[in-house]
């Protein structure tokens, strides 16, 4: 689904309820709205469906240490899911084979004096912020003049939709999003606002049902104040 489809069903669906009564809000401001929702409901717990994998996310350079992510990076890559939960889905790419980097936190990473200038193949990595906020990758050891890549999946942190974007997977075709935005439209306590809330809620526990069953264990999603008033209708 693209967003465009999903902005013309809510402006739609604003048009049916009210019989023309309320106007939905410009475009601009749907899409702002609509962005902002599917950050809160990625934030709510680690969905499959909002995880990108990129590779090559950085092609390695001989003796250069750090590297610049994409601007929606966040704290590290996603955890791999077939071990103790210690690694982190960050690869090195050395033309057919393929290889984890072990994570260390910033202050283990410059601690172990990895910011010596030895050249070799990097089996190392943290994630540390530039001035302007930009994360970087830092590697150890410093790549050497083999031809190497690094891969690796992460869950986004910002999601600045465009209407010939294609929304992301969301299960039940995005419907939470469409409910969070209608409730954004109609004045708060009036039977479509409460309407929109009540559907907003049965569609994140859906999605959390669905996540917790995925992976055979419960999840408990980050309740904020966003959601607070949604829960508060059951």
């Not at 540390?128 to 150890?140: A, I, N």
């Not at 959390?208 to 904020?224: C, F, M, T, W, Y």
Request: net charge negative; with cysteine; glycine share 6%.
């Amino acid at each position: 689904m693209k967003v465009s489809e999903i902005l013309d069903d809510i402006e739609q669906t604003v048009e049916d309820r009210t019989s023309g009564r309320i106007k939905a809000p410009d475009r601009f401001v749907l899409r702002d709205w609509l962005s902002r929702e599917l950050k809160r409901v990625v934030a709510m717990a680690d969905w499959d469906w909002a995880v990108v994998y990129l590779s090559p996310l950085i092609v390695l350079q001989a003796s250069k240490r750090a590297y610049l992510l994409p601007e929606n990076f966040g704290s590290n890559f996603i955890r791999w899911g077939a071990d103790e939960g210690d690694k982190y889905l960050c690869r090195l790419i050395d033309g057919t084979t393929e290889a984890f980097l072990d994570y260390e936190s910033p202050a283990a990473f410059f601690g172990n004096n990895h910011s010596e200038t030895t050249t070799g193949r990097p089996n190392k990595y943290t994630v540390t912020s530039r001035p302007d906020g930009r994360r970087e990758l830092q590697v150890f050891p410093l790549p050497d003049t083999t031809a190497r890549t690094i891969a690796g999946a992460y869950i986004p942190t910002d999601w600045s939709l465009e209407d010939s974007d294609q929304m992301p997977a969301v299960p039940g075709n995005s419907a939470v999003l469409k409910f969070a935005v209608l409730r954004r439209i109609y004045k708060a306590g009036s039977p479509e606002y409460l309407d929109a809330v009540a559907e907003q809620g049965k569609e994140e526990v859906k999605l959390l049902d669905e996540a917790a069953r995925s992976r055979k264990a419960q999840i408990v999603p980050n309740i904020g104040p966003g959601l607070a008033n949604t829960w508060d209708c059951y």
